[in-house]
């Protein structure tokens, strides 16, 4: 079993950046398709990024393109999310995910295709 603890979030203006971090313990994440997804109260949670255990084979919604990076250093154990030009509608609680995997170019887009998850990071964007 592997843990997941995000660090990162806080609050930024729009336009600012932040960088999310994803750290993994008890098990190496090097196995492990690895995601992003955030959350708003009442919604369902959101698709915003995945790397496959191969690093270079990402996958992004249009809402984020351009603007999110993921990456990986499995030798670290940590995921990352590199957050460029926000906007208030980033505002959400930000959720790693890993989804134990014997693909190495996979890339999941669904919640139910993780195995496991982290307890989250709050990101608020100001106007």
């Known amino acids: 079993q592997v843990q997941l603890v995000e660090s990162g979030g806080g609050l930024v203006q729009a336009g600012g950046s932040l960088r999310l971090s994803c750290t993994a313990s008890?098990?190496?994440?090097?196995?492990?398709?690895m995601g992003w997804f955030r959350q708003v109260p009442g919604n369902q949670r959101e698709f915003v990024a995945a790397?496959?255990?191969?690093?270079?084979?990402?996958d992004y919604p249009d809402s984020v393109k351009g603007r999110f990076t993921i990456s990986r250093d499995n030798a670290k154990n940590t995921v990352y999310l590199q957050m460029n030009w926000l906007k208030p509608e980033d505002t959400a609680v930000y959720y790693c995910a890993g989804d134990f995997t014997e693909y190495i170019l996979r890339t999941p887009r669904e919640t139910w295709e993780y195995d496991y998850w982290g307890q989250g990071t709050q990101v608020t964007v100001s106007s």
């Open positions: 790397i496959s255990r191969k690093e270079g084979y990402t």
């Open positions: 008890g098990r190496s994440l090097s196995s492990y398709a």
